[in-house]
């Protein structure tokens, strides 16, 4: 199983900078740089609807589901 982050592909398509993001939302630039690479193993809630709220976007439009494609051996 695989989550994927898009919230890079979401915040160049509304034109806003990762410092500007992350001071609407209240976090680090450290923070939202893990986030929009995907260097994380969870987000908060809360988290999730101040970025959704800034962006004005909806979870789905930053997180994607890529189910594990079995081998064929």
């Known amino acids: 199983m695989a989550i994927i982050l898009?919230?890079?592909r979401v915040m160049?398509?509304?034109k806003i900078s990762l410092n500007?993001?992350?001071a609407r939302v209240?976090?680090?630039n450290v923070n939202l740089s893990k986030i929009k690479t995907g260097k994380i193993?969870?987000?908060r809630f809360s988290t999730?609807?101040?970025i959704c709220r800034e962006l004005d976007c909806q979870p789905a439009d930053i997180l994607?589901?890529?189910p594990d494609v079995p081998k064929v051996e």
């Open 6 to 8: 898009r919230l890079d």
């Open 12 to 14: 160049a398509d509304r």
């Open 20 to 22: 500007e993001l992350a």
């Open 26 to 28: 209240g976090i680090s």
């Open 41 to 43: 193993s969870a987000i």
């Open 48 to 50: 999730l609807e101040a």
């Open 64 to 66: 994607e589901y890529c």
